[in-house]
């Protein structure tokens, strides 16, 4: 019999993914299942996230890079200044980009909220900082889309290229999860940077800066105020 190594975090998305899916057979297509099917679950195994520092921004985004992984970097600078996760960058249109009193705006509905259960789609904007609008110009006449996004698995193998010329070396101690046992290690930083680092550093900035967790929530699509689960 084949042996699996998954960790438990990854089985637990796939059931999600079922999950959804058995929804949608029982709600959209009215296949009657049984109620096992839709009440499955799957113990969640927490994770450190990591954030970048004021520092480590500033020298992620001074690093001179080749072209290749100078596209990376903007797109993610842009998530850290806006939140968005990879989907949203991905299909953000220059529809979005909205100029309201001189002040550029970025306007959108959040992937995870466009959904067919969803009843309202919710809106959220965001105004822009000279930094993104700088990003946004950039790519304006070069692009279809507003930001040259390519594969979430490779921008995340070409963001740790660039955290380690940017110097983001510090040690983090992680938790690995194998074989139905945790451990303990340490590794350098710029290994655990992933493109939701992005999301995660806004957040984590954004409550450094004593912006109530409320307009936290609010910005990143979370309408549940007791929701501590930010990214």
């Known amino acids: 019999m084949a042996k699996f190594d998954y960790e438990p975090n990854y089985i637990g998305n796939q059931t999600k993914n079922l999950n959804t899916f058995f929804n949608w057979c029982v709600k959209v297509k009215r296949i009657q299942l049984s109620p096992y099917h839709v009440e499955m679950t799957v113990d969640k195994i927490l994770v450190d996230k990591i954030f970048l520092t004021i520092e480590e921004i500033a020298g992620m985004r001074e690093v001179v890079?080749?072209?290749?992984?100078?596209?990376?970097?903007?797109?993610?600078?842009?998530?850290?200044?806006?939140?968005?996760?990879?989907?949203?960058?991905?299909?953000?249109?220059?529809?979005?980009?909205?100029?309201?009193?001189?002040?550029?705006?970025?306007?959108?509905?959040?992937?995870?909220?466009?959904?067919?259960?969803?009843?309202?789609?919710?809106?959220?904007?965001?105004?822009?900082?000279?930094?993104v609008v700088e990003i946004i110009e950039r790519y304006k006449e070069t692009h279809a889309k507003v930001l040259p996004v390519i594969s979430n698995q490779k921008m995340n193998e070409y963001l740790r290229i660039i955290g380690e010329k940017a110097g983001i070396n510090d040690k983090v101690e992680v938790f690995p999860y194998k074989n139905n046992q945790s451990g303990s290690e340490e590794i350098k930083k710029y290994k655990l940077i992933t493109c939701h680092s992005a999301r995660h550093t806004f957040a984590t900035q954004s409550l450094s800066r004593a912006v109530p967790i409320e307009v936290v929530q609010q910005l990143m699509g979370h309408s549940d105020k007791n929701d501590t689960e930010l990214c």
Request: charged share 30%; aromatic share 10%; proline share 4%.
């Open 65 to 131: 890079l080749p072209d290749y992984l100078d596209r990376v970097r903007d797109v993610f600078l842009f998530g850290c200044y806006t939140e968005l996760r990879y989907s949203d960058l991905n299909r953000l249109s220059k529809m979005n980009i909205l100029e309201r009193k001189g002040v550029k705006v970025l306007s959108f509905v959040p992937q995870k909220t466009n959904s067919l259960y969803q009843k309202s789609h919710k809106k959220i904007e965001v105004a822009l900082i000279p930094q």
